[in-house]
C-alpha cells in the first residue's frame, strides 16, 4: 500500500452534472498529480499542484479544475461531465525538492467515474 | 498523447519464464518509470532508471535503457502467477507530468 487514499471509489454521474473528487497524500509528500485513465489506456497526466499551486497541466480543458489544501490534500473537480470522462481518475503523491522534478509517484487505487 | 509504446502488447507465458517487455518513446527525457497495474487498481512504482544510467537491477526486475535509440527494456525473472499484471512505462522530462504508453498486458500461466 502506497498511504495515498482516494474517494469515491466508484460513482455514477449523468451527463452535463458536477464531480469532485478527493485524495489524500501519502505522509511527508508536496507534490499531488491528478491522472485519468480511459479503458485499455495507459493514465493521462491532468494537472499537478506543489505548495497549493498548479505547477504544471495537460491536454484537458478548464472544467477540469483541482485544489490542494495545506495538509498536501487535492481536489479534483470535473464540472459539465461529458460520456467521455468516463474513466478512471488516479491520484498520486510525491516530494519535489526545490528546483528537481518529483521522480517516482506513488498512486492511490483510484475512482472509478461513470458518466451516462 | 502518449510518448511510450510498449511493445508486445499482450505477453503469454508460463510461470517460471522469463518475460521481456520494450518501451519506445520519442522526445529526450531526464528520466524513465516502469509501473505494474493489478486490473483496474493503482499504479505500483517498480523502478526508475535515469538518463544517466544503462541498467539498472531490482530483485527480479531488470531495466535497460539506451537513449541513442530512444528505448527500454524491462525484464522479468522466473516470472510467477502473481506477476500477472498491465506494465507500464513512463517518461519524465523537463516538466513534472509522466507520460504514460499503453501498456504491456502480462499473463503469467500457473
Known amino acids: 500500500e502506497t498511504g495515498v487514499t482516494q474517494s469515491p471509489t466508484h460513482l455514477i454521474k449523468t451527463r452535463g452534472q458536477q464531480v469532485t473528487l478527493r485524495c489524500s497524500s501519502q505522509?511527508?509528500?508536496?507534490?499531488v498529480s491528478w491522472y485519468q485513465q480511459a479503458l485499455g489506456q495507459g493514465p493521462q497526466f491532468i494537472f499537478q499542484?506543489?505548495?497549493?499551486?498548479?505547477?504544471g497541466r495537460g491536454n484537458f480543458p478548464p472544467r477540469f479544475s483541482g485544489l490542494q489544501f495545506p495538509n498536501y490534500s487535492s481536489e479534483l473537480n470535473v464540472n459539465a461531465l461529458e460520456l467521455d470522462d468516463s474513466a478512471l481518475y488516479l491520484c498520486?503523491?510525491?516530494?519535489?525538492?526545490?528546483?528537481?522534478?518529483?521522480?517516482?509517484?506513488?498512486f492511490g487505487e483510484g475512482s472509478r467515474l461513470t458518466v451516462l | 498523447s502518449q510518448q511510450g509504446e510498449e511493445d508486445p502488447q499482450a505477453l503469454s507465458i508460463q510461470e517460471g519464464e522469463n518475460a521481456t517487455m520494450n518501451c519506445s518513446y520519442k522526445?529526450?527525457?531526464?528520466?524513465l518509470q516502469w509501473y505494474r497495474q493489478n486490473s483496474g487498481r493503482g499504479l505500483v512504482h517498480l523502478i526508475l532508471?535515469?538518463?544517466?544510467?544503462r541498467e539498472k537491477h531490482s530483485g527480479r526486475l531488470r531495466v535497460t535503457l539506451d537513449t541513442s535509440k530512444k528505448s527500454s527494456s524491462l525484464l522479468i525473472t522466473a516470472s510467477r502467477a502473481a506477476d500477472t499484471a498491465s506494465y507500464f512505462c513512463?517518461?519524465?522530462?523537463?516538466?513534472?507530468?509522466?507520460?504514460f504508453g499503453k501498456g504491456t498486458k502480462l499473463t503469467v500461466n500457473p
Open positions: 532508471i535515469r538518463s544517466n544510467e
Open positions: 499542484y506543489y505548495r497549493e499551486e498548479e505547477n
Open positions: 522526445t529526450s527525457i531526464n528520466n
Open positions: 498520486a503523491s510525491s516530494f519535489k525538492g526545490g528546483t528537481g522534478v518529483a521522480g517516482e509517484l506513488f
Open positions: 505522509s511527508g509528500h508536496n507534490t
Open positions: 513512463a517518461t519524465q522530462g523537463g516538466s513534472e507530468k509522466l507520460v
